[in-house]
């Protein structure tokens, strides 16, 4: 890195919408070191997917919770913008939680105030299936429920960030038109450039900007190519929602797991009806890019001609301006 990128990145927020780690009671967080070391300023964790239940979430959640309010020398458990930015002063790493899908919800519109009051600040509606609030990106779309529309003002009241990844064209659709603040896709690339049905559409990209959300770009190499995560690869993707949007309208929800003695492919197959067949999901040795690849990523910017103002805004400040007016806060 030159210098002068070295400077920036040094002190630039650098926002991660979204961690791809298996979420369970048993995992030992000493792994956010890795975002650490890579000057991550704060990380929205998973504590919980369709796939499990929603005791397991609730679990998920508390083992977290705890294993961080324990480390307040280390940690803020954020729940505003100034938390995090608290957080940056302090030299600490700030964390929220996310739940992918509303099945945590056991379909019960009380669940999101009480997620909230717990540190859930941002919640996806669907995890690749149809459930009871709406259509998942690997079904048949039965596009936002009665009961999704209301989780979604329940989630604009409280103050928590509505995200579109893993849902449905109709359904994403539906919760952006229902929606009164920001919306985005935390980790989600476009469709044009890796034709993958996890990915989104030149619609989905528009209608996201134009609540004035953002995309966050997922680093899993089935969803940027052929388990690609060439750094140009990574720009192509960038550089195509760029075109569309503008530069305002895009972070990175890496998705990155550092190594665990998980074999991520072995869950994937262990649930063909979550990770269906023809969508790579069998691939062997699936690359994820997570964030240290953002120091040649930010040449890679610079050198396509982004301003260091548009480079800051990709690393963290889209997000942040989202978060800000999503969680009220
Ligand atoms: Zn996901």
Redesign the pocket.
Known sequence: MGEQMQQLYADALVWDA?A?VFPSPQVDLNLLDHWQQQGASYLSI?VG?DVMDWQDTLATLAAYRRWILARPERFVLAGSTADIDRARTEGKFALSFDI?GMNALNGNLDMVGTYHALGVRQM?FA?NLNNAAGGGCHDEDHGLTEFGCAVVREMNRVGMLVDC??AGHRTTLDIMQESTRPVVFS?SNPAAVWNHQRNIHDDQIRACAATGGVIGLNGMGIFLGDNDIAVDTLIRHLSYVSDLTGPQHIGFGF?YSPALDIDIGEILASRPDFWPDGHQYDTRGIKHAGPELLPPLIDAMADSGFSDDDIRGFLGENFRRVAAKAWHV
């Open positions: 979204h791809g998973n997917f992918e996806l995890y990844s893993h980790h998705d």
